[in-house]
Nanobody, 124 residues
Framework: QVQLVESGGGLVQTGGSLRLSCAASGRTFSSYAMGWFRQAPGKERELVAAISWSGNSTYYADSVKGRFTISRDNAKNTVYLQMNSLKPEDTAVYYC?????????????????WGQGTQVTVSS
């Protein structure tokens, strides 16, 4: 299986910024769209942002549009999520996963497993 390792989370005050990274092992990673998901306590996992293989197509949930930016470096098998103007409601564990290119933004995942995720906590 492809290993997905999320990092970059932490504790930040409202209005602060964080940059998350998702590193994947193997060469399969660069063949697919990638998405960032998050899950807060008591809530379902939700798709936050997604990016096509080429990076020319992106998706953002309405709740983060204008504040978060997704990017990728296929040569490094890494996807990033730049999070600005963070709010307490952004507090969650953030995960990454691959998505079918044609289903970008739908929340459909290709890998039947999740990494450990990275905790983002935004204090008010």
């Amino acid at each position: 299986q492809v290993q997905l390792v999320e990092s970059g989370g932490g504790l930040v005050q409202t209005g602060g910024s964080l940059r998350l990274s998702c590193a994947a092992s193997g060469r399969t990673f660069s063949s697919y769209a990638m998405g960032w998901f998050r899950q807060a306590p008591g809530k379902e996992r939700e798709l936050v942002a997604a990016i096509s293989w080429s990076g020319n197509s992106t998706y953002y949930a309405d709740s983060v549009k204008g504040r978060f930016t997704i990017s990728r470096d296929n040569a490094k098998n890494t996807v990033y999520l730049q999070m600005n103007s963070l709010k307490p409601e952004d507090t969650a564990v953030y995960y990454c996963n691959a998505e079918p290119e044609e289903l970008i933004g739908t929340g459909t995942i290709l890998y039947d497993y999740w990494g450990q995720g990275t905790q983002v906590t935004v204090s008010s």
